[in-house]
């Protein structure tokens, strides 16, 4: 995916909720409402690819230990298809600190601060397409859909 699409948007479970065994439950909310998982893949950042990956944040206060930490141990990066992918996933993660996050969201039930915040979701159409196609280039995203059709 490498120009910007509609209805798709790029995720990845961080390496506390792997760490804490939640992948199977946080896959499960995706799925039940209503994103088809159409890429997935379980993998470890190195230091150099985290800085990357959040170089958007390269000035912030947090940045040096939030590389640190996504590069910490295996993370789960996915590419999720459905309408309004972005902001419903968005709303589905709940705030970015969880003690901010609505009840029923993933990181009010899962993350236990805002450094470990169990969820990473792409905040755009242009920053899923980045962000998808940093981890996945040059994958057909239809090919899902194409095998079961
Ligand atoms: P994420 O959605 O992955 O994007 C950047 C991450 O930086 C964010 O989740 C948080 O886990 C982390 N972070 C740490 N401190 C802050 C902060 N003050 N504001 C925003 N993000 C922060």
Request: glycine content about 4%; some cysteine; hydrophobic content about 45%.
């Amino acid at each position: 995916m490498n120009k910007i699409q509609e209805n798709y948007t790029f995720s990845m479970i961080k390496p506390d909720a792997v760490q804490a065994n939640h992948i199977g439950a946080m896959l499960s909310m995706i799925e039940k409402a209503g994103f088809s998982i159409d890429a997935i893949t379980m993998l470890q950042l190195t230091p150099i690819v985290a800085e990357h990956f959040y170089a958007v944040h390269s000035d912030r206060p947090f940045y040096k230990s939030l590389c640190a930490f996504i590069a910490s141990s295996p993370v789960v990066v996915m590419v999720l298809q459905k309408e309004n992918a972005v902001a419903d996933l968005r709303k589905l993660m709940g705030a970015t600190n969880p003690v901010e996050a609505a009840e029923g969201t993933i990181r009010k039930i899962f993350a236990t601060s805002i450094d470990y915040n169990a969820i990473h979701g792409s905040d755009s159409d242009e920053t899923a397409a980045s962000e998808t196609s940093f981890f996945f280039p040059g994958c057909d995203l239809l090919l899902k859909k194409a095998s079961t059709t």
